[in-house]
């Protein structure tokens, strides 16, 4: 392996986390996969600074919301949207993919989060009519996609760790590009956004990190490295 990718993980590092057990595990998966050197370069989202995100060639904003800094999360996601660097959001990355967008896009100044601010205006992301803790489900990918393209197929099947969404009242407003939906439910409901804007910048509610403690490679993070190898040549 003569490259060398640098992949910048923001959340908060916890080993009871599930998915971010998986992403140490996927790590090595991806890298052999791609025959690059990968460094999965952890930022705690209290110390999330443009400074730090210099040199990275992929931002990945990973589960494990509430963040303890929401204004950390927004700043990396922010970096990548607009600097062109590839970008991957999963579970909590996808909930702050959207308030980030609507935020700084939309100008939505009081979009907010209902698990951090119930009593919120504009809550973008919102309880779902379902909860889906330590659950799985089948999920339609729209022809064409990054995620699709990913997958190779017009379907997966993915876990889950979360209880919020994005909220369906906000939906039309938020989705009519260059944000767009990507992958749903069987209900209709979105579960990733792509920017189609953007080199790669893809986000799922669900965590298909967690193929890696299976010992499976993880289509969409290979995707995403795939991208970033690009983007750091």
């Not at 640098?6 to 790590?27: K, M």
């Not at 989202?45 to 990945?60: C, F, H, I, K, N």
């Amino acid at each position: 392996m003569t490259a060398r990718v640098t992949l910048a993980l923001v959340g908060d590092r916890d080993e009871r986390i599930t998915a971010h057990r998986a992403i140490d595990t996927a790590l090595p998966l991806l890298s052999r996969a791609i025959d690059v050197a990968i460094e999965g370069r952890w930022l705690g989202t209290e110390t999330v600074t443009a400074a730090a995100l210099q040199g990275v060639d992929g931002v990945w904003c990973v589960p494990g919301s509430p963040y303890r800094s929401i204004d950390g999360a927004l700043c990396a996601i922010e970096h990548a949207r607009t600097r062109g660097v590839p970008f991957l959001g999963t579970c909590g990355g996808f909930q702050h993919a959207v308030i980030e967008y609507a935020r700084h896009v939309l100008h939505w100044t009081d979009a907010e989060h209902a698990e951090t601010a119930p009593d919120a205006a504009r809550p973008v992301i919102s309880l779902l009519a379902c909860a889906l803790v330590e659950a799985s489900e089948t999920v339609r990918l729209a022809a064409g996609s990054r995620i699709a393209r990913a997958y190779d197929a017009e379907q997966a099947h993915e876990g889950y760790h979360c209880r919020y969404g994005l909220n369906p009242a906000f939906g039309d407003a938020l989705l009519k590009g260059p944000l767009v939906a990507t992958a749903f439910d069987a209900g209709g409901d979105v579960r990733a956004i792509e920017h189609a804007d953007h080199p790669f910048f893809v986000a799922a509610l669900f965590q298909p990190e967690r193929a890696a403690l299976r010992g499976e490679v993880p289509p969409l993070p290979l995707a995403f490295a795939r991208a970033a190898l690009a983007s750091a040549r």
